[in-house]
């Protein structure tokens, strides 16, 4: 029996198979070849090997659903129309094997993602998949990557993982997470707790990948992973199960019943999601609303952008399935951990306080009026707000308000119908937004109070810092707290709600504190809102 003993950053208990996945992703450097003859030769051997690979895999797992995509992948890489792709590339061009495997890859899968049959725009992440595998074995590098598509549930094991990388897997085939290393406030953190995935953080070296496919039980609230568990150890986790278990049935008798503090105040608890998958889980969580939808999610994890069609029909599935509960949709806030590789955006020093958010939208106005015509669009389907992240300046809700009234002008010259009355906010969540907020009030019809970068900007504690400075990151701090007491006075003096959609907003042992100082909603996981519930049931005002 080994231990691992790490930080528990989403609660539950899973049982099964730990699943390492390489995050290697070899980094392609374009090369000029004088010999194209030799380098085709080079590619012919490495789409071999990676047939082969594919075939063992494909045998391992008969029957399966990921034998099936082995087999797919298999097909692709001997697609006559591929092949000659790539060989012309390398002679045209006179370039190394993995530079033209990577562009015809990429012109491959953006052909895919751009078709209108669903089937088919799906095979452009396969193209990818494809593609890597032949990339990394041309590399050097013949590891076999059938861990990244498990056939059955099991552990993903990891050194990290960045929200992109999160985003793709497969959620019916995770039991937990368990990494190396990783961050509590991190993206790959916040999207575990919104999928209701135990997962622990931060364990160390002592997770190597001899590890790999050893059965383990873990629990995500202590932060705690055993491998080979014994007998004892199994009790004494399925009672902790059960346990949380029965609490979570008493908790279901709440479902129904109004979200109202003890002194009769009115409260929405509402959810956040990162995908329209996500509804089961608030609807199944009784939520009254969505308080943020972080929609860049739909963006990672792709290989290009989502076109305004695609955008459309998430947003309206999203609106038509809470069946006109609101639905705040925050506009992309894309940067800073949320890379998109397919932007070429420059490389920054401190991603965190670069081009993102807001910023990325002002500077990008076409993406940004493809997401907002694509929302106005979907806005006659249910209760539409919508959110905008990252906004320190005046001028800058201003400028996002006048694109937004561009967009309606252009969509009523053109008849489309859309709700002329969207209520359009903004994330507090820099200090200088907090400290303006009474001016940013008479602008936005409502706040929601980003706690996770108000913490971190406040502080001047990178929310995705190492271990080292963990500690200097206390979301109850009470300068954060003065500064959300000072934004929701400020709102409230022009008549606007505020909401708290941060990671704090679940802490329940914060919630009277927040109800106190006059919040008016709060946007948690799924998971938490009847916890939420049942606090903001038993808080006072006064
Ligand atoms: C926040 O910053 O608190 C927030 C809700 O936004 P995100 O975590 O997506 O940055
Ligand atoms: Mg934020």
Redesign the pocket.
């Given at each position: 029996m080994i231990s691992l003993k790490g930080t528990g950053v989403s609660s539950g208990i899973a049982y099964g198979e730990i699943r390492f996945i390489s995050r290697k992703k070899n980094t392609v450097n374009k090369r000029s070849v004088s010999d194209t003859r030799m380098e085709i030769n080079r590619w012919r051997k490495a789409v071999k090997s990676a047939s082969k690979q594919l075939l063992e895999m494909s045998r391992r797992q008969e029957g399966s659903e990921a034998a099936e995509l082995f087999e797919t992948h298999r097909v692709m890489l001997s697609d006559p129309d591929y092949v000659e792709a790539v060989e012309r590339e390398i002679k045209n061009e006179s370039v190394n094997a993995e530079a033209a495997v990577e562009a015809v890859g990429k012109r491959f899968s953006q052909m895919f993602s751009a078709m209108d049959n669903d089937y088919m725009r799906e095979r452009s992440a396969d193209v990818d998949d494809v593609s890597a595998r032949v990339i990394n074995i041309l590399s050097g590098n013949a590891e076999d990557q059938s861990a990244v598509v498990p056939a059955s549930p099991v552990i993903i094991a990891a050194d990290d993982l960045s929200p992109s990388e999160t985003v793709t897997l497969d959620r019916s085939t995770i039991l937990g997470f368990i990494l190396i290393n990783g961050n509590k406030n991190s993206?790959t953190a916040?999207l575990a707790r919104t999928l209701g995935i135990p997962a622990i953080i931060g364990v160390g070296e002592a997770l190597d990948k001899t590890l790999n496919g050893r059965y383990a039980a873990m629990d995500g609230s202590d932060g705690i992973a055993v491998i080979d568990p014994d007998e004892r150890m199994m009790r004494k986790l399925e009672e902790k199960r059960q346990k949380e278990n029965a609490a979570k049935r008493r908790l279901e008798a709440l479902k129904g019943k109004p979200d109202v503090t003890a002194d009769g105040k009115s409260i929405k608890v509402y959810a956040?999601i990162t995908s329209p998958k996500d509804i089961d889980a608030v609807i199944e969580n009784d939520a009254a609303g969505i308080g943020?939808f972080?929609s860049e999610f739909l963006y990672l994890g792709g290989s290009g952008l989502p076109d305004e069609e695609q955008q459309y029909e998430a947003y309206s599935e999203v609106l038509k399935r809470m069946d006109g509960k609101e639905v705040v949709i925050r506009t992309m806030?894309i940067g800073a951990d949320k890379e998109l590789e397919y932007l070429d955006l420059e490389k920054e020093l401190n991603p965190e306080l670069g081009m993102r958010g807001i910023r990325l939208c002002l500077s990008k106005p076409d993406l940004f009026k493809e997401q907002l015509r694509a929302l106005y669009r979907a806005s006659v389907n249910g209760r539409l707000a919508i959110m905008f992240?990252m906004i320190s300046s005046i001028w800058e809700i201003r400028e996002a308000k006048r694109i937004c009234g561009e967009v309606r002008e252009e969509l009523r010259a053109k008849g489309i119908m859309f709700d002329e009355n969207v209520p359009i906010g903004i994330?507090v969540?820099t200090p200088a937004a907090a400290m303006i907020a009474g001016d940013l009030a008479k602008e936005a019809d409502f706040f929601?109070?980003?706690?996770?970068?108000?913490t971190q900007y406040t502080l001047a504690v990178d929310r995705q810092g190492g271990r080292a400075v963990e500690r200097f990151y206390d979301a109850a701090h009470p300068a954060v707290m003065k500064l959300i007491e000072a934004t929701i006075k400020a709102a409230h003096v022009y008549g606007k709600w505020v909401g708290i959609?941060?990671?704090t907003a679940a802490d329940t042992s914060l919630t009277e504190q927040f109800i106190k100082m006059g919040a008016d909603e709060f946007s948690v996981s799924p998971k938490s809102v009847l916890p939420l519930r049942a606090a903001v049931r038993s808080s006072k005002r006064n």
């Open positions: 993206h916040i956040n943020l972080r806030d992240p994330m969540e929601s109070v980003g706690t996770n970068d108000l959609c941060g990671e």
